[in-house]
């Protein structure tokens, strides 16, 4: 009898100790399962997908400004660049009627012993600027420094000297590509391209006309191909008398880009240092008189702007197609 006890003792210990693992173990698979759909509904509502009003990188309910409508709290800056404006500020924008996206590409690669590596860039940062404003209904996107320089491995091209950037054609091309799809999924009506140096035209054209025939035209996308005609600029501005053509450098360079560069910063041509040096000229033209540089600078991008302004104008009537397509 007192082993019959002992046993069934033991046998309800057992039988105790397994409904209170398995009720620990439901309660533990309970908890986990509501700290999961907690945490998926944390991640849905950073998301904005909780809440058809979450904006901002926020959550609605957690602060007035993640609402798709609370008004801007300050007055809008005078910028076009997208990288110097908040979410506001674009929203704003484009209910004011700036729905057309510039996207430019530059590059960082060797132009001789004056000039900054990103010489495109700096380019771009005046006319890129100077188009926006003189559309007015535009801005523009953070310029992509990154294109296509030469082979990487074995280098081949720029990518022979060291400090230049390189990319493969597919990799410039998809950048590109998600770049105009992310413009188009927030609702702007036309998506420019264009770009500073020669080894990108190519496949900004190639996704220009991709997307804008997979689209129809709606948004249009175009490239504008036109913008990078450095022989009619120095046309222009050796017929005004600005520019007297000189003797070659034999550099990657000339006074046209670097009064353009000039435009956006001095500092990118050098020119102090230069001028200290005794080396302020490219192609025999001299840049030592700044004020001088900075007209003629101002100059050739109101020149560029105009030229680049009037095609795309006549892209986005044609709907991106070309001139009698």
Partial sequence: MKRIAVLTSALCLLTTA???????????????QQQGQQQQGQRQGGRGQADPRDIGGGRCAASPYNCVDTPNPLPAPDTVWLEEMTWMDVRDAMKAGKTTM??????????????????????????????ARKLGDALCAPILPFVPEGTIDPPESHMRTMGTISM???????????????????????IILIGDSGGNVGGMSAVAQKLNTEWNGSPVVAHIRE????????????????????????????????????????????????????????????????????????????????????KIKEAIANKGKPSGG
């Fill in 227 to 310: 913008y990078y005609d450095y022989g009619s600029v120095a046309k222009y501005i050796e017929g005004q008398g600005l520019i007297k053509p000189g003797q070659g450098d034999g550099l990657h360079d000339d006074p046209i880009i670097t009064m353009n560069m000039m435009m956006a910063d001095p500092n990118s041509v050098r020119w102090e240092q230069r001028v200290k040096a005794g080396k302020a000229t490219i192609n025999g033209v001299s840049i030592a008189d700044k004020a001088k540089a900075l007209e003629i600078g101002r100059r050739i991008v109101a020149f560029r702007a105009d030229v680049t302004v009037a």
């Fill in 18 to 32: 397994f409904m209170f693992g398995r009720g620990q173990q439901a309660g533990q698979q309970q908890g986990q």
């Fill in 168 to 190: 493969r054609e597919e990799t410039f091309q998809a950048v590109l590509t998600d770049m105009v799809r992310s413009f188009k999924t927030h609702g702007f009506k036309n």
């Fill in 102 to 131: 510039i996207i430019t590409t530059g590059g960082i690669e060797p132009n001789g012993p004056w000039l900054a590596l990103g010489k495109h860039n700096y380019v771009l940062r005046a006319n890129c600027d100077a188009i």
